[in-house]
C-alpha cells in the first residue's frame, strides 16, 4: 500500500514538473523572425481636399505649388498667387506593405500633416502615389480621412480630443505591384530570434530537430537558426513553416531589472538574484514655516512698530529596521523582503541602485 501511494505521488509530481515547464513554454511563431517575411514602408505626398477652412494658410507655399501643379495636369492653369487653400491640406502619406501582399489588395494608410492645418476632419485624400525605397510605386491611395478626434476653438480658447492633424483612410490604398520572392524555391531557411540568446537557440534546435528525427537545424551564432528544407517539402514549404510555426519552446532570459525613473516604474525578471544583504531604508522629512511677529507700541507712546520674524522646523524620520536578505533569493522573496520596509515605488527604485553599487544584485540594471 505504502510502495503504491509512493508511485502515485511521484507521477503527480512528475505531473506537476511537466505542467510548470509547459506553462513557460511559447510557440516558436512569436519568438523568431523568418528572414525574408516582413513588411515594406511606403511612403507618399498628397493632399487633403475638402476641409471646413481648417487647412494650411499661405506661408505652406508648398500646398500651393502642389495645387497648381495639380489643377495643371486637369487642363486648368492658375497663378497659385490667385489661391486661397484654407480648404486643402498637404500631407505624408505611409503605410507597411505586409509580406506576400497580391496586386488588387488594400491597405490602411496613415494621413499626416506637414503643413499649419488646425484639422483634417471631414477631408478627403487625393489620388496619391505610394513609394518604397527603390523609387517604384507599390500601391495608389485615395479615400475620406477618419482622425477620431476633433478640435474646435475661438478667439481665445481652442479645445480637441486625440490629433485632429492625423488619420486613417481604411483601405484606402490599393496594391499595385507585388515585392518579388522565390520563397518556395528556397532550400534553406533561416529564422532570427527576437532576443538573441545561446540557451533559447539550443532549446530551439533541439525541438525542431526532434520534430523531424534528423539534424536538420543548426545555429549559425545565438540568434540565427538555419534549417534545411527536408527533401519531402522542396517546393512547398508553406506546410513546413506552419509545423515549425506550433513547436512550443521554453525560452531563456538574461536575468534584468529595468528602471523608468520618470514614471517610477520597476520591472524584474524571475532570474534575478541578491547575494546576502543588509538593507535598511527610511525617509528624513524637514518641514521648515516662516511667520511675522508684529509688535506695535502702546498708545501715545514714542516706540515704533517692529516685524519679527518666528522660525518653526519640524524634523521627521521614519524608524525602519534594518532587514538581512540572504543570498541566491527569489525575486518574491526580494520583493517581500523591501514591502517589509514599507518601500515606494520611488525608494524601490534607490535600493535596487545602492544594492548594484554593492555589487550584490546579479542582474543587469537598465535605466530607461
Known amino acids: 500500500m505504502n510502495r503504491q501511494c509512493f508511485v502515485i505521488i511521484s507521477f503527480l509530481l512528475s505531473a506537476c514538473l511537466g505542467w510548470l515547464d509547459c506553462a513557460h513554454a511559447v510557440r516558436l511563431k512569436d519568438i523568431v523572425e523568418i528572414n525574408g517575411v516582413r513588411k515594406n514602408q511606403l511612403v507618399g505626398y498628397g493632399l487633403v481636399v475638402g476641409l471646413?477652412?481648417?487647412?494650411?494658410?499661405?506661408?505652406?507655399?508648398?500646398?500651393?505649388q502642389s495645387m497648381?501643379?495639380?489643377?495643371?495636369?486637369?487642363?486648368?492653369?492658375?497663378?497659385?498667387?490667385d489661391m486661397q487653400v484654407k480648404n486643402v491640406a498637404a500631407v505624408m502619406v505611409t503605410a507597411a506593405l505586409p509580406?506576400?501582399?497580391?496586386?488588387?489588395?488594400?491597405?490602411?494608410?496613415?494621413?499626416?500633416?506637414?503643413?499649419?492645418a488646425d484639422n483634417l476632419q471631414g477631408g478627403t485624400l487625393m489620388l496619391t502615389p505610394l513609394k518604397g525605397l527603390d523609387g517604384k510605386i507599390y500601391a495608389i491611395a485615395q479615400g475620406p480621412v477618419n482622425?477620431?478626434?476633433?478640435?474646435?476653438?475661438?478667439?481665445?480658447?481652442?479645445i480637441s480630443k486625440n490629433f485632429p492633424t492625423v488619420g486613417r483612410v481604411l483601405s484606402g490604398a490599393i496594391?499595385?505591384?507585388?515585392?518579388?520572392?522565390?520563397?518556395k524555391d528556397r532550400s534553406t531557411l533561416v529564422f532570427s530570434l527576437h532576443n538573441p540568446d545561446f540557451i533559447t537557440a539550443s532549446r530551439v534546435i533541439n525541438?525542431?530537430?526532434?520534430?523531424?528525427?534528423?539534424?536538420?537545424?543548426?545555429a549559425a551564432d545565438p540568434g540565427t537558426i538555419e534549417i534545411k528544407v527536408p527533401d519531402q517539402y522542396i517546393g512547398n514549404t508553406v506546410p513546413l513553416l506552419a509545423s515549425l510555426s506550433e513547436l512550443e519552446v521554453n525560452p531563456d532570459a538574461k536575468a534584468r531589472v529595468v528602471i523608468n525613473e520618470r514614471t517610477g516604474t520597476v520591472?524584474?525578471?524571475?532570474?534575478?538574484?541578491?547575494?546576502?544583504?543588509?538593507?535598511?531604508?527610511?525617509?528624513?522629512?524637514?518641514?521648515?514655516?516662516?511667520?511675522?511677529?508684529?509688535?506695535?507700541?502702546?498708545?501715545?507712546?514714542?516706540?515704533?512698530?517692529?516685524?519679527?520674524?518666528?522660525?518653526?522646523?519640524?524634523?521627521?524620520?521614519?524608524?525602519?529596521?534594518?532587514?538581512?536578505?540572504?543570498?541566491?533569493?527569489?525575486?518574491?522573496?526580494?520583493?517581500?523582503?523591501?514591502n517589509a520596509l514599507g518601500v515606494t515605488p520611488r525608494d524601490l527604485i534607490a535600493i535596487f541602485q545602492a544594492i548594484k553599487a554593492a555589487g550584490a544584485l546579479q542582474a543587469d540594471l537598465e535605466v530607461i
Do not use: C, W, Y
Open 52 to 64: 471646413d477652412g481648417t487647412g494650411d494658410g499661405k506661408k505652406a507655399t508648398f500646398t500651393l
Open 68 to 81: 497648381a501643379s495639380m489643377l495643371e495636369k486637369m487642363g486648368v492653369t492658375i497663378s497659385k498667387k
Open 99 to 116: 509580406p506576400f501582399a497580391k496586386r488588387g489588395n488594400r491597405l490602411d494608410v496613415l494621413v499626416s500633416s506637414i503643413g499649419d
Open 147 to 158: 482622425t477620431g478626434g476633433f478640435g474646435a476653438g475661438g478667439a481665445a480658447s481652442t
Open 175 to 183: 496594391i499595385e505591384r507585388e515585392v518579388a520572392n522565390n520563397f
Open 207 to 218: 525541438v525542431i530537430n526532434a520534430q523531424f528525427g534528423d539534424p536538420v537545424a543548426r
Open 267 to 338: 520591472v524584474m525578471g524571475e532570474n534575478v538574484r541578491i547575494s546576502t544583504i543588509a538593507v535598511a531604508h527610511g525617509n528624513l522629512s524637514i518641514v521648515v514655516r516662516e511667520n511675522v511677529n508684529v509688535s506695535q507700541p502702546m498708545p501715545f507712546s514714542q516706540g515704533q512698530t517692529v516685524a519679527t520674524p518666528s522660525t518653526q522646523i519640524n524634523v521627521q524620520e521614519d524608524s525602519n529596521q534594518l532587514i538581512v536578505v540572504p543570498k541566491g533569493v527569489s525575486i518574491g522573496e526580494v520583493v517581500n523582503a523591501l
